[in-house]
């Protein structure tokens, strides 16, 4: 199965700044997903990337906020704009069954 | 109604014991039912993966579907320590063209020894 490295594993942040969340994979996969874990609530998607296209969001998620790169088949960016502290949470992505590890962040 | 309910827990059972993890689902059309394992602090990585009612036994995970009464099982057998983590069950759909995942809240379970 894959190996995803994601970065950072945590950050603090200022609100209304941004963060880039990176996802490195170690193989080719087609479709890469991103995640928020909410304590005590269940993983949601957030969007679903394909390489070339722009990625489909779910409801409640909207590309200016959550704007996501996918360059090639190993590789996507999240960004968490203009950060409120209802921002704070885990960010996980996943390409194929397999997750990364997570970035943990938290809006002061 | 959510379209995947699971009992957060948290359980805690002494080593050895047989765990019992269990979801229910409202969405006939989901395809594929798979368990994810989450230690603190990692991603979760996917412990079993079945499309069809009946058992599927790996070593000491046994994943059970009941499709008629839309009702998914892990079992744990000779639960050890290690296997302290927290259970998502999570089940698939194929939504204009791509495979949709939905997931349960997951179960933290603790084994002591």
């Known amino acids: 199965s894959a190996v995803i490295s994601q970065k950072p594993s945590r950050d603090i942040c200022q609100r209304g700044t941004s963060l880039t969340i990176q996802c490195q994979v170690d193989?080719?996969?087609?479709?890469m997903f991103w995640y928020r874990q909410q304590p005590g609530q269940s993983l949601t998607l957030i969007a679903t990337?394909?390489?070339?296209?722009?990625?489909?969001?779910e409801s409640g998620f909207v590309i200016d906020k959550f704007p996501i790169s996918r360059p090639n088949l190993t590789f996507s960016t999240l960004t968490v704009s203009n950060m409120s502290p209802e921002d704070s949470s885990i960010y996980l992505c996943?390409?194929?069954?397999?997750f990364g590890s997570g970035t943990r962040l938290t809006v002061v | 109604q959510k379209e995947v309910e699971q009992d957060p827990g948290p359980l805690s059972v002494p080593e050895g014991a047989i765990v019992s993890l269990n979801c229910t689902y409202s969405?006939?059309?989901?395809?594929?039912f798979m368990w994810y394992r989450q230690y603190s602090r990692k991603g979760p990585e996917l412990l079993m993966y079945?499309?069809?009612?009946g058992n599927k036994e790996d070593g000491r995970f046994t994943a059970q579907v009941d499709k008629s009464s839309k009702y998914i099982s892990l079992f744990i057998r000779d639960s050890q320590p290690s296997d302290s983590a927290t259970y998502l069950c999570?089940?698939?759909?194929?939504?204009?063209?791509?495979?949709?995942?939905?997931f349960g809240k997951g179960t933290k379970l603790t084994v002591n020894p």
């Open positions: 996943k390409g194929g069954y397999t």
């Open positions: 193989s080719q996969v087609t479709m």
């Open positions: 990337a394909n390489q070339g296209s722009e990625a489909t969001y």
């Open positions: 969405n006939s059309a989901f395809q594929y």
């Open positions: 079945t499309y069809s009612s």
């Open positions: 999570a089940m698939s759909l194929t939504q204009g063209g791509s495979e949709k995942l939905v």
